[in-house]
């Protein structure tokens, strides 16, 4: 299945938390992306996807296929730039993975640096 190109440039990034941060559970994650823009999923527009979240994930899904659907992948596929987040207290990484229409990661695929944040009780 061809993949959808990403503009040169693309970047996907956490506004917040910051890398480091602690958080108290419920906390807000919010995503930022820049070079494309926000479509939900099943709507196919150029330079457009939507975010998937990874919580506490050592290794990438393959990145040729849908994005898998589980509690360590979570699925914005209404186009939202926001959640909240309730995690155990601990150390958690958090990694942002833009997905097209099909929920397939583009080529080449936008991915953010993965951050750690310790959740306090």
């Known amino acids: 299945m061809p993949r ?3 503009p040169e440039g693309a970047e996907v990034y956490f506004l917040s938390p910051e890398n480091g941060a602690e958080v108290k559970s419920p906390f807000t994650v919010r995503f930022g992306l820049r070079g494309m823009g926000i479509a939900p999923a099943g709507v196919q527009f150029d330079k457009t996807g939507h ?6 994930v ?4 393959p990145l040729t ?11 914005f596929g209404l186009g939202q730039t926001e959640t909240e987040l309730e995690l155990p207290p601990g150390q ?4 942002l993975v833009l997905g097209d229409h099909l929920h397939i990661p583009h080529d080449p695929p936008v991915i953010s640096e993965k951050i750690t944040v310790t959740v306090i009780e």
């Open 51 to 56: 975010h998937h979240l990874l919580i506490d």
């Open 58 to 61: 050592d290794e990438l899904p």
């Open 4 to 6: 959808t190109p990403a």
């Open 92 to 95: 958690h990484t958090l990694q």
């Open 65 to 75: 296929l849908p994005l898998p659907t589980t509690d360590q992948v979570r699925h």
